[in-house]
């Protein structure tokens, strides 16, 4: 069961679309099996939470799950549906779940 | 449900256990495999794997086992090389490399992934030890992981380690002795993604503070390392560092190697009978071991900085930075380090092509590495510029200048051309895991540039001692004799030396002692097969305006481009010097048979934009063959920059023509 205590809301972005220090869920995405395959074994997956540390537009996007920082291509991110998730604190990416377990959006 | 007991070792019963190290990437797994092996390690290759596990020995308790430390993989079902070099390895499918324990690596602060792999490593049902890693920045991060919760839970030895500080070695190297004494209990079959949620929030405890100094301090860095400019500007001071370093810091031990060859074979020369003896041992061995350890130094500098900066956390950053600007031309961005490593010399930058993960990105780097200018051709350039504008520094510098640019476009045109044909595909999409900033470790740094120069003269290393020998046959057989006009200057030389030791005399005694030389090595080379096959090919390249001795002269140079100048200075000029702008002047006077300057603007401009787009370099041909993993590759990419060179060279010399610049 997961730790966190999101409160999706039904809007869809692209991950691309999303500013620094918001934290999101993966929706949907277009990516291929192979594509989803990587970035699932990697961590990103569609039930975990992410906050944007870096907002990819035009550039790279690096989010944040736990403690582990990814790096995006822009034309990666793009494929990327989220759901913005409420966020108690979007000053700071990195403390933007100040009670989160690593591991434990599993 | 406890797996099945495998017996240990079934190969031979005096070979040592052997331990496969699985984990996720950026796990510290090559530090824990570099302080239980130390030197005694070596990267492994298997034949249709483009990726490498380094094997290495350690004696534990007195026993020998033998450790495989295979690449990072994030789950052994991906379609990746590196997870199917793991499941290869796992399933005995590698030969000679059949586990017979496994220690999976896990990294503390991501439990959870570590605990996914760990799910299906333990389905092999061989016997099982993890290493618990990166307790440190759990700490920092107000983490703490219970190794002995955990233990239970997996039902295998579960050890905290730290390869960089080397602490935990010695409980690793026990839990590891008695996993593979004991039969495994590990509940494989068990571990659901609800068991590793329940895991992960049974073993990590502490208060939990995701937003720790170290996380605003990597957000500030991250910002500055990966912003559009200023990212750009830290990037290229970064690069301007590592090159400066490759090119310059190379230089003395470059330096040393040769002279210290050109000792050992004035030393063999003295010692031993002139004769196809000596001429094998000091010109041919010598001078083949000397031609291949010159490149040790440039290979070592470049593979150690990259090691530390690759363990600081910031080569990841500089690859995204530089992957908005080499997509558009179907490369990652992590090839921008080989590109311009390639510079000082193509063969490191080959060989740092290992850092680009997908391969088809890979083979295109390399394909196109050596387009850029390397230092080995930078005396050509000079030579040639020199005779172009012999009277502005101005032209002739732009003219210099013109000749990187002409050869990095050439690669990126390439490159692109590459992955629109030959390797077209989709390459892995761009995501990186960004691992956190750290402090280098040095001694890994050392350990890794150790194996790689290993690995080069291991393997590379024979073939280009082998070629320098063949080229040094083809130059030096069938001999000429002793040409006449040599013979008189030297019966001359004796002469004067017999007349009188005035300063006058002495002078003149060099100076027919030094013509008598070159008018020997003149014959020498236009006697010798390299320059029958000179001859033969000529007509081949008349259209570019090379002579008999152009000819020769480029075709000797496939050795290395080097050998340009002192082979146009034996066959047309006065012997080599130190002096660029005499080796020009000699040059630029020198005529054809009909009278006209053999180096006339167009011959000279078509001949430069030959060296800087031709694949004149064996070395880098064996060192391709090796990395792409095949002479079919060498071979494209030699007949793929031979005919660009041709052909841009053909059309240069006409359009100088055209101009009618004389």
């Known amino acids: 069961m997961s730790a966190f205590s999101p409160h999706p809301t039904p809007l869809k972005l692209p991950l691309t679309q999303l500013k620094r220090g918001d934290r999101a869920m993966v929706a949907s995405s277009s990516l291929s099996d192979e594509d989803k395959a990587t970035l699932r074994a990697m961590g990103l997956d569609e039930s975990c939470q992410f906050t944007v540390c870096r907002a990819g537009s035009g550039g790279p996007c690096i989010i944040q799950i736990d403690a582990m920082r990814l790096g995006l291509s822009p034309d990666l991110a793009r494929r990327i549906m989220t759901r913005p998730c409420d966020c108690a604190d979007a000053n700071h990416c990195a403390s933007a779940t100040p009670d989160a377990i690593p591991g434990a959006h599993l | ?662």
């Open chain 2, 1 to 662: 449900m406890t797996a099945p007991t495998q017996p240990l070792n079934t190969t031979t019963a005096f070979a040592p256990t052997r331990i496969a190290m699985v984990g996720n990437p950026n796990v510290g797994k090559t530090s824990l495999f570099n302080r239980l092996c130390g030197v005694r390690a070596k990267t492994a290759n298997f034949p249709g794997s483009t990726v490498d596990a380094r094997i290495g020995t350690s004696r534990i308790d007195g026993a020998e086992m033998e450790f495989v430390d295979l690449p990072g993989v994030y789950a052994l079902d991906l379609e990746l090389p590196e997870s199917k070099l793991c499941r290869d390895c796992l399933a005995g499918r590698l030969e000679g490399c059949l586990p017979d324990a496994l220690l999976v690596v896990i990294d503390a602060t991501n439990l959870a992934r570590g605990l996914r792999l760990y799910r299906s490593i333990a389905s092999a049902g061989r016997p099982l030890a993890v290493a618990l890693t990166m307790t440190d920045l759990a700490r920092a991060r107000g983490l703490s992981v219970d190794s002995q919760r955990l233990s239970v839970a997996l039902g295998v030895p579960c050890v905290v380690a730290n390869g960089r500080a080397g602490t935990g070695i010695e409980p690793l190297a026990a839990a590891i002795r008695n996993a593979c004494e004991a039969s495994p209990q590990h509940l494989a079959a068990s571990l659901s993604s609800e068991w590793i949620d329940a895991t992960v929030v049974a073993s990590v405890g502490g208060p939990n503070s995701l937003g720790a100094e170290s996380d605003r301090l990597t957000d500030r860095l991250d910002a500055a390392f990966t912003h559009p400019i200023l990212g750009g500007i830290v990037f290229l001071l970064t690069m301007a560092l590592l090159f400066f370093a490759i090119y310059r810091l190379a230089e003395v031990p470059m330096t040393a190697i040769e002279d210290a060859c050109a000792w050992l074979g004035a030393f063999v020369a003295s010692v031993l009978p002139e004769g196809a003896l000596r001429g094998l041992i000091v010109d041919g061995v010598i001078g083949g071991v000397s031609g291949t350890l010159v490149f040790l130094p440039q290979i070592c500098l470049l593979f150690f900085l990259l090691a530390l900066l690759e363990d600081t956390g910031y080569l990841a950053r500089a690859a995204f930075v530089m992957d908005r600007i080499m997509c558009r031309f179907g490369l990652p961005g992590q090839a921008f380090v080989p590109l311009l490593s390639s510079h000082a010399c193509a063969l490191p930058g080959i060989m740092s092509t290992r850092l680009i993960p997908d391969r088809a990105d890979r083979l295109t780097t390399i394909l196109v590495a050596p387009f850029m200018s390397c230092s080995a051709r930078v005396g050509v350039y000079v030579l040639l510029v020199t005779i172009l504008f012999p009277n502005s520094g101005l032209l002739a510098g732009l003219a210099f200048a013109a000749c990187y640019a002409l050869g990095a476009i050439a690669a990126l045109l390439t490159a692109a051309l590459c992955r629109r044909t030959i390797l077209r595909g989709k390459s892995r999409p761009m995501v990186l895991e960004l691992p956190p900033y750290r402090l280098p470790d040095v001694r890994s740094a050392l350990l890794t540039t150790f194996d790689r120069a290993k690995l080069f003269l291991r393997s590379a290393g024979t073939v280009i001692l082998s070629i320098c020998i063949v080229l040094w046959w083809l130059s030096a057989y069938p001999m000429a004799e002793t040409p006449a006009a040599a013979v008189a200057l030297e019966v001359r030389a004796v002469e004067v030396e017999a007349s009188g030791q005035s300063d006058e005399a002495v002078a003149e005694i060099e100076t027919l002692r030094h013509d008598a030389e070159v008018l020997t090595m003149r014959a020498q080379q236009e006697h010798s097969f390299a320059g029958r096959i000179g001859r033969a090919l000529q007509p081949a390249f008349a259209p570019l305006g090379l002579d008999d001795r152009l000819t020769i002269a480029v075709l000797t140079s496939f050795l290395a481009r080097e050998v340009f100048r002192s082979t146009m200075t034996v066959l047309v000029g006065q012997g080599d010097s130190d002096d660029d702008n005499k080796v020009a002047d000699d040059l630029a006077q020198a005529t054809r048979a009909d009278g006209s300057k053999l180096f006339d603007p167009a011959t000279s401009a078509g001949l430069l934009v030959f060296y800087v787009l031709a694949l004149q370099c064996l070395p880098t041909l064996a060192v391709t063959a090796r990395e792409a993993g095949g002479w079919k590759w060498a071979a494209l990419q030699f007949g793929w920059m031979s005919g660009v060179a041709y052909a841009l060279a053909f059309i240069t010399r006409e359009a100088v023509l055209w101009m009618g610049i004389s």
